[in-house]
């Protein structure tokens, strides 16, 4: 190493084939990257490929970039081969081998056409031959593994997720879910629309749908974009529980149906047993407001006709969202009449309530041998005849009610009962009263 050339110290024989060793080896491993870029189906495909957008441009870019990745590895090829050629002279190389094969491999001996910025031709050093051919191909095969990762992945799912679109459209359009006539009709001919427009972009701009991976270097570093077809095949699934829940209405409609016709029918009929009954109370009870009882409404029995006949013509996405309304609303109604029933006869009730306290009053008495008493006898015949009979002043019989218990708590000995005006059955008669 104490001789001296143009480009530094000449090696010496060893370095020289440690040189060559080294480079031998490059050669090899570029060779093998290089078939292998060739015969790589990712390219394969972007070569024959009708490409558009993203895809286009950087696939022009990496064909040239391809191209010049050969031109240089044959330029490196042929100063390899000069080099070896030179070594291999003689067995021991003469001082004069020595600064070839130094300018050779160390010099910038490679001559190559100019690939921009306004230069005719750039010279290059071995080493930095192979350090832009490895950025040459680190850049192409990022361009090769995107496209064919996202050609590998998305295609196919897009396909299984058309066929399990159509298996739905029909399933659809057996229980009237159809386009125009039900939401998940338009939802299925929107899904079907944007799959179709995005397998067609998928196949011609496979690089849209590439995201590259955060600082990654490494080729083909990044995911398929499945943003589109996720947000699809979730609206899929949205539709196939809509179908599904038309599908169940469809086998239990009838029972249904019959289920609704049933609790209206109770409805009306506690209804009717209400109208009945504010007749009785008006008749027997007097100075009582009693609620006025409506007629059962006539909306909820169209509306049970028309479930009826939408079953009948298999409209079953229409009969669904009825019938959940309707058994709600059914519900809702027999709820009404019951409560309008409680209020009307809370009168009789009262009536009731009176009529019993009398009775167990007498009976108590009755026990202790004071049955014959002329007062009790007295007081228990007014409260009776008040109670039984027609209209009934409801506040006055409880009065009577309660002198016939005062005197009959005299004479057992036993502390008085409650006062009149505190909360009896015929104040509680009037809070049962609608708004009270």
């Not at 050609?151 to 459209?169: F, K």
Request: glycine share 8%; hydrophobic share 40%.
């Amino acid at each position: 190493m104490g001789v001296t050339g143009p480009t530094g110290p000449v090696l010496d024989r060893d370095e020289v084939d440690r040189a060559l060793g080294r480079l031998g080896a490059e050669h090899e491993a570029i060779e093998t990257s290089l078939l292998a870029l060739q015969d790589h189906a990712g390219r394969r495909l972007l070569e024959g490929a009708g490409l558009t957008g993203v895809t286009e441009e950087r696939w022009a870019r990496t064909e040239a970039s391809i191209t010049l990745l050969w031109t240089y590895f044959d330029a490196y090829t042929d100063a390899l081969r000069t080099a070896r050629d030179i070594r291999a002279r003689r067995r021991w190389s003469s001082r004069e081998d020595l600064v070839e094969l130094t300018e050779l491999l160390r010099g910038e001996c490679v001559t190559l056409p100019g690939t921009g910025g306004g230069l005719l031709s750039e010279r290059f050093t071995l080493a930095a031959l192979v350090d832009r051919m490895n950025e040459l191909y680190a850049s192409s095969l990022d361009t090769v593994v995107a496209a064919d990762a996202v050609w590998s992945a998305l295609p196919a799912r897009i396909d299984l997720l058309s066929a399990e679109l159509q298996r739905t459209r029909r399933l659809a359009h057996s229980v009237g879910v159809r386009p125009g006539e039900h939401p998940a009709g338009d939802d299925l001919e929107r899904i079907t629309r944007t799959l179709t427009r995005l397998r067609e972009e998928v196949i011609s701009d496979p690089l849209a749908y590439w995201v590259p991976a955060e600082g990654s270097s490494a080729p083909g570093g990044g995911r398929p974009d499945t943003t589109v077809y996720d947000r699809e095949a979730r609206a899929l699934d949205d539709v196939r529980r809509e179908i599904d829940a038309v599908l169940t209405v469809r086998q239990d409609a009838e029972q249904r149906i019959v289920r609704l016709r049933d609790v209206l029918s109770r409805a009306d009929r506690t209804l009717a047993e209400a109208r009945t009954a504010r007749g009785e109370v008006l008749a027997k009870i007097a100075a009582t407001e009693v609620p006025v009882v409506s007629g059962p409404p006539t909306a909820l029995q169209e509306q049970l006709a028309a479930a009826a006949e939408y079953r009948r013509h298999a409209q079953w996405h229409r009969l669904s969202p009825l019938l959940e309304s309707l058994e709600q609303k059914a519900e809702d109604e027999l709820l009404r009449a019951r409560e309008s029933l409680t209020a009307v006869t809370a009168p009789l009730a009262v009536r009731a309530e009176l009529r019993g306290r009398l009775d167990a009053y007498k009976a108590k008495v009755a026990r202790h041998g004071l049955a014959e008493d002329p007062e009790l006898v007295e007081k228990y015949e007014r409260a009776r005849r008040m109670l039984w009979s027609a209209p009934c002043d409801l506040r006055v019989a409880e009065q009577a009610v309660l002198r016939f218990q005062h005197a009959a708590a005299e004479l057992l000995g036993s502390a008085p009962p409650r006062v009149p005006g505190q909360g009896g059955p015929a104040d509680r008669a009037r809070g049962a009263e609608p708004g009270r």
